[in-house]
């Protein structure tokens, strides 16, 4: 079965520091990978996302996350993060069902606490 | 439209109560999920369609959740005999193909008391 896992349940940071969340997944077929951030009383919005190609993917805000296929790694990084970048962050995957259905699973999603 | 829309945005059901919950895909999405989120956790899968077609229902936590998709656009999701424990953020999303990303809605909130 394919799985999530977010290893920080939250990370505090200050204002124009660099970070990294930390997303590792179990798959054992081709992998469609996603993050995504949810503010207070929002619903999910899309970072970005990785289906095929370049391993390295840019998103929206500044975020880009790395695809690692030997680590079964798709951590998420932004270089200068901002106030505004406080938010819960949930990293996905695509499970495709041999019934030909599909759904998303999501991780347990981290806190980033921007500190000024 | 714009956007998945989600309607009502906040709903207290007592206990015993049934609810319906309103769910509008961009135009189009042939993909629709429902997810249920508790606080402080990520996103649940209760149900899935193609369509109108319900191809995966697997997630749903009891024969109190139905939901359906009659004309393959917008969908209902209903809890009978609500319970404290349906309490939670429910999301919908839609998505035009299997190889795409999944757009959510902003969510109903249910508190059931």
């Known amino acids: 079965a394919q799985s999530v896992t977010q290893l920080d349940s939250q990370v505090p940071v200050f204002e124009e520091a660099p970070v990294e969340l930390r997303c590792n997944y179990s798959?054992?077929?081709?992998?469609?990978l996603f993050w995504y951030v949810q503010y207070p009383n929002q619903g999910l919005q899309l970072l970005l996302k990785?289906?095929?190609?370049?391993?390295l993917v840019k998103g929206i805000n500044g975020f880009e996350a790395e695809f690692n296929k030997s680590q079964t790694s798709f951590h998420l990084r932004k270089p200068s993060v901002h106030i505004s970048d406080t938010a819960e962050y949930f990293c996905?995957?695509?499970?495709?069902?041999?019934?030909?259905?599909?759904?998303?699973?999501f991780g347990t999603g981290t806190r980033l606490k921007v500190l000024a | 439209g714009a956007g998945v829309s989600q309607s009502p945005r906040y709903k207290v059901a007592k206990r015993g109560q049934d609810v319906a919950l309103r769910c509008d895909p961009i135009s189009g999405h042939v993909s629709l999920f429902w997810y249920q989120q508790a606080l402080g956790q990520g996103p649940e899968f209760l149900t899935y369609f193609q369509n109108e077609a319900q191809l995966d229902k697997s997630g749903l936590p009891s024969d109190r959740f139905f939901a359906e998709r009659p004309e393959g656009s917008v969908s209902t999701l209903k809890i009978q005999r609500t319970q404290q424990e349906d309490s939670a953020v429910y999301l919908c999303?839609?998505?035009?193909?299997?190889?795409?990303?999944?757009?959510f809605g902003q969510g109903t909130r249910l508190t059931v008391v």
């Open positions: 990785y289906l095929s190609g370049s391993t």
């Open positions: 999303a839609s998505s035009i193909t299997t190889n795409t990303e999944a757009f």
């Open positions: 996905a995957v695509r499970a495709g069902l041999t019934s030909g259905t599909y759904k998303y699973i």
């Open positions: 798959s054992s077929v081709s992998v469609y």
